[in-house]
């Protein structure tokens, strides 16, 4: 079963120095679901290099709720590719991030890809096409997410300290995809803006042996300060981590 492409973490997003970064998010003035709006810029890194760079940004655009997601390569890598992959959720106004449409756009040297996913709640059904130019027809679930607006029902639910912290998404063609993250607790994380206590989780990914790990902090609405990807048996692992976010 195909799923949309994108790059090996599925998940993503932020930044400041430590104090400086908390005063911010205190005090914005504007946001959704309990989240502010906000602009966060990530690097991707494998073996220590940096391969892409990353940019989060929740925000209004035309009256309009957007969270997008904006990923072109680095370092070595951008000598040779010039990809930008570009995902957006167009959400609904309401207690929770609900997308009604998302949308994915894959650019660079070759032949441009792209794909849309609507959600009709009222039929109870998620439609438009994969990038292959596959039809997308699927039955949803009440609160089915797109695996973007998921980063948002992630934060949220943290936040409001639900459980348990399961999720459902539109990924593929005809098939829901099902997400469970386990708490592991607090942990301290060193980060750009210096040391933050985090909230340590952890998903597993059975079929293709594979972990994922996040880190939120609370004191910055949940947003993830560092990602990681680890395979079985590889112990090398792909990581992001948050360089800066500016508050709206």
Known sequence: ????????????LLLGS??????????????????PF???????????????????????????????????????????RHDRITEESLLAPGPS???FEYRFEHSGDGAPKTAVIRFDRKAGMASGHMQ?????????????????SLQLALMQAVAQDRKPLRFTTVETKDKLSHYVFEDLG???????????????LQR?????????????????HEL?????QTEEGDDTSLALYLQSVDWH
């Open 1 to 12: 079963m195909k799923r949309l492409a994108a790059l090996p973490l599925a998940l993503l």
């Open 18 to 35: 430590a104090a400086a970064t908390t005063d911010a998010a205190t005090g914005a003035r504007d946001g959704a679901y309990g989240i």
């Open 38 to 80: 906000f602009t966060a810029h990530y690097v991707l890194k494998k073996l220590g290099m940096t391969v892409a760079r990353v940019t989060v940004a929740f925000g209004r655009e035309n009256g309009q709720l957007v969270y997008r997601q904006v990923t072109l390569p680095a370092g070595v890598i951008a000598w040779f």
């Open 97 to 99: 991030p609900l997308p």
């Open 132 to 148: 292959n130019g596959d039809a997308v027809r699927v039955a949803i679930e009440p609160g089915t997410l797109d695996r973007l």
């Open 186 to 200: 607090s942990a301290s994380v060193v980060t750009p803006m210096g040391r933050l206590e985090t909230r340590h």
């Open 204 to 220: 597993l990914w059975h079929a293709k042996r594979i972990r994922f790990d996040f880190w939120l902090a609370p004191s910055l």
């Open 224 to 228: 993830p300060v560092k990602l990681t």
